[in-house]
T-cell receptor, first 115, second 115 residues
């Protein structure tokens, strides 16, 4: 079975450019999470969706960040304009249907470097 | 407030030694769920175990064991006879029924196992 699929795996961009990270959750999972991992701040929850609806976006750092989930099989995290401090590994994770307290299944992450 | 503390930033052991990774959590909820995840050098996060707050029974899975003690709000993880392949960052995590079922991660403990 395919796991959570993220793209791109690596992105290098220049400050000011728009960045779009993509995620395909595991089929049948109805909760999707975006996390950011840095050495300084560890794993931070940015936003999560239940049934394609954003439930909590309190972790989104600022208006430059936005996330969408147009359907059950696809989500995007967009940064516009990007800044060097956005450099991090961004993880997408999904959780199985009907299990709000179940384990998360993570993608391999998208490593973003903003120069 | 809910919080997960992993006080050990890094631990270094020699192969075949036993090692315990500490996790202390804070919550006023009576129902909650605790997790351990492993992040090997390849970067993906892998689920290891889930425990609910009503089940204090310790668990053993091969060389891994977990000690859950509500009296001290701890959920410690022990690796017996460590191996080089155990080298990774290990995260403890918490889900509350309140707070929208967000998964809250500790800062992680980096384990080095030397041959």
């Amino acid at each position: 079975d395919a796991g959570v699929i993220q793209s791109p795996r690596h992105e290098v961009t220049e400050m000011g450019q728009e960045v779009t990270l993509r995620c395909k959750p595991i089929s049948g999972h109805n909760s999707l999470f975006w996390y950011r991992q840095t050495m300084m701040r560890g794993l931070e929850l940015l936003i999560y969706f239940n049934n394609n609806v954003p439930i909590d976006d309190s972790g989104m750092p600022e208006d430059r960040f936005s996330a969408k989930m147009p359907n059950a099989s696809f989500s995007t995290l967009k940064i516009q304009p990007s800044e060097p401090r956005d450099s991090a590994v961004y993880f997408c994770a999904s959780r199985t249907q009907g299990s709000n307290t179940g384990e998360l299944f993570f993608g391999e992450g998208s490593r973003l470097t903003v120069l | 407030a809910q919080k997960v503390t992993q006080a050990q930033t890094e631990i270094s052991v020699v192969e075949k030694e036993d090692v315990t990774l500490d996790c202390v959590y804070e919550t006023r909820d009576t129902t909650y769920y605790l997790f351990w995840y492993k992040q090997p050098p390849s970067g993906e996060l892998v689920f290891l175990i889930r425990r609910n707050s009503f089940d204090e029974q310790n668990e053993i899975s091969g060389r891994y064991s977990w000690n859950f003690q509500k009296s001290t709000s701890s959920f410690n993880f022990t690796i017996t006879a460590s191996q080089v392949v155990d080298s990774a960052v290990y995260f403890c995590a918490l889900i509350l029924n309140t707070g929208g079922f967000k998964t809250i991660f500790g800062a992680g403990t980096r384990l080095f196992v030397k041959a």
